[in-house]
């Protein structure tokens, strides 16, 4: 079991920064498998999806709408992950959940940090 616990959202005018942080939790165990660390999103009626994964071998991949303004990076030994925004626009408001994936496919969620873009 890993838990998950988000933190860093807010409220943001466009064109600002924010940076939200991802601290997983377990055994040691469960720490060592996991193989990859992102971030999804759901804004208010939409399904969730994909914003950034990075892996352990710190490859990493973005959705389109986010790339070249998002930059996620994870620092392995606290077991945390975090993400860069600049640049934020409206449509970026949403629900940022960090996921865990492990070498056994078993996937974790946070609770979620809540993003408003707004002047």
């Known amino acids: 079991q890993v838990h998950l616990v988000e933190s860093g959202g807010g409220l943001v005018q466009p064109g600002g920064s924010l940076r939200l942080s991802c601290v997983a939790s377990g055994s040691s165990g469960s720490i060592r498998s996991i193989n990859a660390m992102g971030w999804y999103r759901q804004a208010p009626g939409k399904q969730r999806e994909l914003v950034g994964v990075?892996?352990?071998?710190?490859?990493?991949n973005y959705a389109d709408s986010v790339k070249g303004r998002f930059t996620i990076s994870r620092d392995i030994a606290k077991n945390t992950v975090y993400l860069q925004m600049n640049s934020l626009k409206p449509e970026d408001t949403a629900v940022y959940y960090c996921?865990?994936?492990?070498?056994?496919?078993?996937?974790?969620w946070g609770k979620g940090t809540l993003v408003t873009v707004s002047s």
């Open positions: 990075i892996s352990n071998s710190g490859s990493t």
């Open positions: 996921n865990v994936k492990t070498i056994r496919l078993t996937n974790y």
